[in-house]
C-alpha cells in the first residue's frame, strides 16, 4: 500500500486548498481512507474517512461544513476540500488506509489504520 499526499501550503485564514492523495498497491474498493492532521505539540486528529465501498463518511465536528472528502476510483486518488480555513487548522495532514468496509470509531477517530503517508503542511495565516 503506498500512499502520497500533495497540495499542501501556506493561505490565510477563509482561504480554501485542495490535498490529494494518491494511492496505489491496494483494492480501492476494500478500504477506508482516511484524512488526519496533526498540530504542533498537539495528538493526530481524524479529520474525515470514508468507505469506498459503502459511500460513507465522517466528518470531525471541528471540520464539518467547511472539509469535504471525496475520489476519484478511476484516478485511485482521494481529495479533501478545504473552505473557510482557519488557523487552528494549521497542521501536517496524512492520508491514512486500512482494509475494512464500514466506518466506525475504531479507525476514523481511533486512527487504527495499517497504512500512512508522509503527509503534507498547511499553514493558515491569520
Known amino acids: 500500500v503506498q500512499l502520497v499526499e500533495s497540495g499542501g501550503g501556506l493561505v490565510q485564514a477563509g482561504g480554501s486548498l485542495r490535498l490529494t492523495c494518491k494511492t496505489s498497491?491496494?483494492?480501492?474498493?476494500?478500504?477506508?481512507l482516511g484524512w488526519v492532521r496533526q498540530a504542533p505539540g498537539k495528538e493526530r486528529e481524524g479529520v474525515s474517512c470514508?468507505?469506498?465501498?459503502?459511500?460513507?463518511?465522517y466528518y470531525a465536528d471541528s471540520v464539518k461544513g467547511r472539509f469535504t472528502m471525496s475520489s476519484d476510483i478511476n484516478e485511485r486518488t482521494v481529495h479533501l476540500q478545504m473552505k473557510n480555513l482557519e488557523p487552528e487548522d494549521t497542521a501536517v495532514y496524512y492520508c491514512?488506509?486500512?482494509?475494512?468496509?464500514?466506518?466506525?470509531?475504531?479507525?476514523?477517530?481511533?486512527?487504527?489504520?495499517?497504512?500512512w503517508g508522509q503527509g503534507t503542511q498547511v499553514t493558515v495565516s491569520s
Open positions: 491514512a488506509a486500512v482494509r475494512a468496509r464500514y466506518l466506525t470509531d475504531r479507525y476514523c477517530v481511533q486512527l487504527e489504520y495499517s497504512s
Open positions: 498497491g491496494f483494492s480501492f474498493g476494500d478500504y477506508i
Open positions: 470514508f468507505s469506498n465501498g459503502r459511500g460513507s463518511s
